[in-house]
């Protein structure tokens, strides 16, 4: 089939005005549209930037705006999208050059709410020991690839890059609901801050945004709860 | 050209399994790099789905000694077993520290990790299919990824994102450290290190077909390659039985160690014809050869009769959702097939290398066949080969490789670091690289020596030439269009001028190592005059351990002719014998 493809490109080096590059691609039905943008970059223009790594949506590379909508490059075959198809780098953080934009700032709130299992029990030489029940508590969190796709669709993320953001609190919750955890306090005290989890509006971009299906409005919504319990 | 210089302890290239849990171990201990050409968390480790084995012995009894025999077993007695004893004894503690750090392994009711069957792993030396496998859903190397960045943000690791290093500085046979480009400003950075690790993996992106990530191209292997070091065991590639059709995804083998069933075109369970015992829980080398001749012999399922079945759909909704989440949403979201109600179409797909880095025990690279170790330089991980694997590895093998083999090289890196002193790297040491760089950058573009169809011509010949089965005449064959490919790689463009995420640059690079890896396989394999596990010569179809039970050791001189040279296997409690399941 014959598709329009829609690209806005911008260049930091050349700092000029950002323009939408249209190219008419021969594409099958069944193709992502990542295969699209890496069919453009080697038989039409080899400039064309995009980050791509795992093509099957586990590595988180290739979040996108695919017509108007928070989507990983890879997840989406061209039969499911209409044409021309209108693709564009996802909001809030800065561009860098066409679709690729800079996750610096991303990955510093990432590690803010202190990513990581926080425990000084005695391990001992075996593994402790977590019911299933227990894992279940956090078992859609920890599918968290660090795409971003749900951050850059919050509009509260949009107005103000301030705001920890979805991915945080999903990876804060990852860990504030570990049964072996031992950080929580720490990481609720963090999340109490005017830019933690109180400012997220419940708009579920983020949930369905995000690539993973993860229910990233509920895990927000459970820390909320547990700071008031706490507090 | 910027260049800009740095200076550390030790260095380590790729933020994988093995890289991160190498810079767990070294970190603390010295002044330490991690440089990666992508986000730690990109790293192709997070793709890994099914397990990662161990002898805790959860489910029923189970021995590392068993793992062992059966590592060794797979691997049609290549793998070195003294190497083996120690990937399986190790395996124990391994699994029990990353729960430490916070792995969510999945849980048995009694709390203790779960534990899964897979291809291979068999109790008592062959008697039954083992529960070994310990696993978090179908998501076991997004956890162990996870889990190890996660320890490392808690250690305050430096880490150098989407640096791509170009070249290491090794002067008199001692390591000084490596140049890198940083791709989102085109600025060169010189690292002068004593230490350096290479973890970068594989190399799947030779085939057309195949399960690995693009950023996969041998960028390790193929720098050492290129200063004349050899590579070993680069023949034996791994094609896992069960990627998606066309597209080379891969559907874990936990689907089959689940209770999966694989059928013809006729609804038959062919494994029991190739492996009565195991059936479709035998290594993946049997189950992809047992396919491929499915498949010629006009057994192939569809109307071109090429990809066979994998059926799920006796095992329940429950099970699959909750065992085999991830894969079953690939196959909805590529083929838009429901695995709940219907068999999926597979095909092997480009997997795994087998062969790599040489290196001992302790990750410390050779220099050669005879054991002489370079000074400095390690390496871990699918980059290295041990070897562990020999010629066909388990499954759920190389995630234990990545964390026992990257502990090791780690210390190692400290215990070097501890005894020598700091170095000076030569002052030129970023003329190469601003070389190389600058003249793709400044030659004309010229279409007819892109990247791209460089590339895809490789990618094509390699799936016809030198895949499941071959021949002295499809290796000559591949040969000869890999010499015409690397004279036009010669003079190779590229039209994107810029310094700002020049990836059309990076893919010219990338596309020299994936050409060294390419032509390093079908050398090896062309000297190989047998048939052993991944290793499939239809002229020379029966394993020949007389003239064979060697690791081949392939270097590269100036003019790029390819040498292969052998080095003995290191043999252990297992006698070679006929490989039967």
């Not at chain 2, 064959?477 to 890999?482: D, E, N, Y």
Request: proline letters at 3%; one cysteine or more.
């Amino acid at each position: 089939m014959e598709l329009e493809i829609r690209i806005l490109r911008y260049n930091i080096e050349t700092g000029n005005k950002s323009r939408w590059d249209i190219f008419q691609v021969e594409a099958l039905p069944d193709d992502r549209i990542l295969d699209v943008l890496q069919e453009i970059k080697s038989h039409k223009d080899g400039s064309l930037a995009f980050r791509k790594s795992c093509a099957h949506g586990v590595c988180g590379s290739d979040a996108m705006i695919i017509n108007g909508k928070n989507e990983l490059a890879c997840q989406v075959l061209v039969k499911e999208v209409s044409n021309p198809i209108k693709i564009e780098p996802i909001r809030g953080l800065p561009v860098v050059k066409d679709l690729i934009v800079d996750m610096n700032d991303f990955f510093e709130s990432y590690k803010k709410v202190l990513p990581y299992l926080i425990s000084e029990e005695s391990t001992g030489d075996r593994e402790r020991l977590q019911s299933p029940q227990e894992l279940e508590r956090i078992e859609d969190t920890t599918k968290c690839i660090l795409c971003a796709a749900c951050t850059t669709s919050c509009p509260v993320f949009w107005t103000s890059d301030s705001f920890i953001g979805p991915a945080s609190l999903v990876n804060a919750h990852r860990f504030i609901f570990d049964s072996r955890d031992q950080g929580s306090k720490q990481r609720l005290e963090i999340l109490k801050d005017v830019n933690g989890a109180f400012r997220c509006r419940t708009a579920f971009n983020c949930t369905s945004a995000c690539p993973r299906g993860i229910s990233v409005t509920k895990a927000i919504e459970e820390i909320k709860k547990e700071i008031v319990l706490n507090s | 050209m910027k260049v800009i210089k740095h200076t550390f302890d030790g260095v380590i290239i790729g933020a994988g399994g093995a890289g991160l849990r190498a810079a767990i171990e070294a970190g603390p201990h010295m002044n330490l790099a991690v440089i990666s050409k992508l986000y730690p968390t990109r790293s192709h480790t997070g793709a890994a789905q099914g397990g990662m084995s161990a002898a805790l012995a959860n489910v029923e009894e189970d021995n590392w000694n068993w793992h062992a025999f059966d590592t060794v077993k797979g691997s049609d007695y290549l793998a070195d077993q003294p190497a083996v004893d120690i990937l399986c004894k190790e395996a124990i503690d391994s699994v029990v520290e990353l729960e430490h750090w916070g792995l969510p392994f999945s849980r048995l009711d009694s709390g203790k990790i779960a534990q899964r069957r897979f291809g291979g792993h068999t109790v008592r030396e062959g008697e039954a299919p083992a529960f070994r496998a310990c696993y978090a859903a179908d998501r076991t190397g997004h956890m162990i990824l996870q889990t190890l960045y996660q320890k490392c943000v808690s250690m305050g690791v430096t880490f150098f994102d989407e640096f791509q290093v170009l070249d290491i500085k090794i002067d008199e046979g001692i390591c000084q450290g490596v140049v890198a480009y940083e791709i989102s400003t085109g600025d060169i950075h010189i690292f002068e290190s004593r230490a350096v690790m290479f973890a970068t993996g594989g190399f799947g992106k030779m085939y057309k077909v195949s399960s690995n990530a693009h950023s996969l191209t041998g960028d390790g292997p193929g720098m050492l390659f290129q200063k004349g070091l050899p590579l070993e065991d680069m023949e034996f590639y791994q094609f896992h039985p069960t990627g998606i059709y066309k597209l080379g995804i891969l559907l874990s083998e936990a689907a089959r160690g689940e209770g999966g069933i694989l059928r013809n075109k006729n609804g038959e369970r062919f494994m029991e014809r190739y492996a009565p015992s195991i059936k479709d829980l035998a290594p993946r080398d049997m189950v992809s050869r047992a396919i491929a001749t499915e498949i010629r012999e006009g057994n192939g399922a569809g109307p071109k009769n090429d990809y066979v079945l994998l059926d799920l759909t006796h095992l329940g909704e429950e099970v699959i959702m909750e065992k085999l989440p991830d894969i079953t949403d690939f196959v909805r979201t590529y083929v838009k097939i429901e695995p709940i109600t219907d068999p999926i179409p597979v095909q092997p797909t480009a997997h795994y290398a087998m062969g790599g880095i040489p290196t001992n025990v302790n990750g410390e690279v050779f220099t050669d066949e005879k054991g002489s170790v370079l000074e400095g330089v390690y390496a871990a991980g699918e980059a290295a080969c041990v070897s562990v694997h020999g010629a066909n590895r388990l499954g759920t093998n190389s995630l234990l490789d990545i964390v026992v083999f990257g502990r090791r090289a780690g210390k190692s890196m400290v215990d070097y670091v501890s005894r020598t002193s700091r170095i000076q790297i030569s002052e030129n040491s970023a003329e190469d690289v601003v070389n190389k760089i600058t003249a793709l950058l400044e030659k004309e573009h010229n279409e007819e020596y892109s990247v791209a169809k460089i590339r895809e011509s490789m990618q094509e010949s390699m799936n016809s030439n030198a895949q499941i089965f071959r021949t002295e005449e499809s290796l000559s064959k591949q040969t000869k269009i890999l010499e015409d490919l690397r004279n036009r790689s010669k003079k190779v463009t590229v039209s994107d001028k810029g310094k700002v995420f020049n990836t059309e640059l990076i893919d010219a690079i990338e596309l020299e190592n994936l050409l060294d890896m390419a032509e390093a396989t079908v050398a090896s394999a062309l000297e190989r005059k047998e048939s052993r596990g991944a290793h499939t010569r239809e002229d020379y179809p029966e394993r020949d351990d007389v003239n064979f039970l060697k690791h081949s050791f392939a270097t590269k001189d100036g003019s790029g002719k390819i040498k292969v040279k052998y080095k003995n296997v290191e043999l252990g409690k297992y006698t070679p014998m006929e490989r039967k399941y």
